[in-house]
């Protein structure tokens, strides 16, 4: 399959810059999985969409401020640092730029010396692993000195950094948002929770995928940088209770999508409490095992996210929603509305 066949027309103009002042005032454009038949709603109306037994999962990662701003030692080059994942031991894999700047055994200071790290080597994928040296506590020293890791097409400063979280965020990790969750709030939730519906939690800490485009011409020659998730006994059960006696399972955003599949692959269909690392790829020709419906929101042209969707409701229904959200100038990415693919 071709990368190009997942390409779409998208105004910069379109790209939110900006979180709306109240998370559910978004849109909601619903495609029918199976017709392809499209809607165009307010985020509000998804309890419309919903029923009681049905089950939202949702992922309960926290972003961290992992961007930070250091100069080089010695020579006082600006260098800006993004923390990708923990590999132990203070140790980090990052992306930095400018990278030319940055080779095995340079140091980096950051905060009038309350953080330094020196690069031990560079990664397959253009990464450096640096090895961080401090005192007192390394979150709280984020806390003080990170930003956080906005996208780099916003280009916006964001006011309030919990904006880029979700209001259930709880598990500390991630180097971005998982994004169809910022359209919830808490009254929204046990709305839905009133109607019957059940909510789930998965965990996975959004890593450097989300900042890799697809490189390669052909899709299945693109590989999936790995990330962490955990999913617990009791979520397990409860997302297993619903497919037995028939109600739906709705991942919120393609992390938990890429969750509950990656455990319901490994234990054909019934999930277990499980974690470890997972680099699954899902485009068209995949079959799912656990997932009935996705809330998600609008992905970047040629993306693996965009393949993901096509997965479930076909390439030309998917491309044809994209069409009609452009047409009807609907905020994409981070920051804009959402897509519900139901049946």
């Known amino acids: 399959m071709d990368v190009k066949d997942y390409d779409f027309y998208l105004p910069e103009s379109l790209i939110a810059q900006n979180p709306l002042p109240n998370r559910t005032e978004s849109r909601l454009l619903v495609l029918d999985k199976e017709t392809g038949h499209i809607e165009h709603k307010q985020f509000t109306d998804l309890k419309h969409y919903l029923k009681a037994g049905d089950t939202l999962v949702l992922n309960d990662t926290r972003v961290i401020p992992a961007r930070l701003f250091g100069v080089k030692e010695g020579t006082g080059a600006h260098i800006e640092v993004l923390l990708l994942k923990p590999l132990g031991s203070d140790r980090w894999e990052t992306l930095v730029k400018p990278g030319k700047r940055v080779k095995a055994g340079t140091r980096i200071v950051f905060g009038d010396g ?5 690069c031990l080597f560079e990664t397959e994928v253009g990464g450096r692993v640096l090895q961080f040296e401090y005192e007192g506590i390394f979150n709280e020293l984020l806390d003080r000195l990170g930003e956080m890791p906005l996208p780099p097409y916003i280009k916006e400063q964001l006011a309030d950094r919990e904006r880029y979280q979700t ?12 994004t169809a969750g910022l359209h919830f709030t ?5 709305q839905l929770r009133g109607m019957g519906v059940t909510i789930a939690f998965v965990t996975l800490h959004v890593g450097l995928g989300t900042f890799r485009p697809v490189s390669v011409d052909t899709i299945e020659d693109h590989t999936m940088h790995s990330e ?9 059960r409860l997302i297993n209770e619903t497919k037995k006696r028939g109600g739906r399972v709705i991942a919120v955003g393609t992390t938990s999508c890429r969750t509950i599949e990656t455990i319901g692959k490994k234990y054909n269909g019934i999930l277990q409490a499980d974690e470890g690392w997972t680099s699954i790829f899902i485009y068209p020709g995949y079959t799912f095992s656990v997932l009935d419906g996705l809330l998600t929101n609008f992905h970047l042209p040629k993306s693996t996210l965009v393949m993901l969707v096509s997965a479930l409701a076909g390439r030309e229904s998917v491309l044809h929603a994209y069409e009609e959200a452009v047409e009807r100038k609907y905020r994409f990415f981070s920051f804009g509305d959402a897509m519900l693919i139901i049946s």
């Open 186 to 190: 808490t009254e929204y939730l046990e």
């Open 114 to 118: 309350m953080l330094a790290a020196e």
């Open 167 to 178: 209001v259930y965020a709880k598990h500390s990790g991630s180097a971005a948002a998982p």
């Open 228 to 236: 962490f998730y955990r999913l617990d006994e009791e979520n397990a």
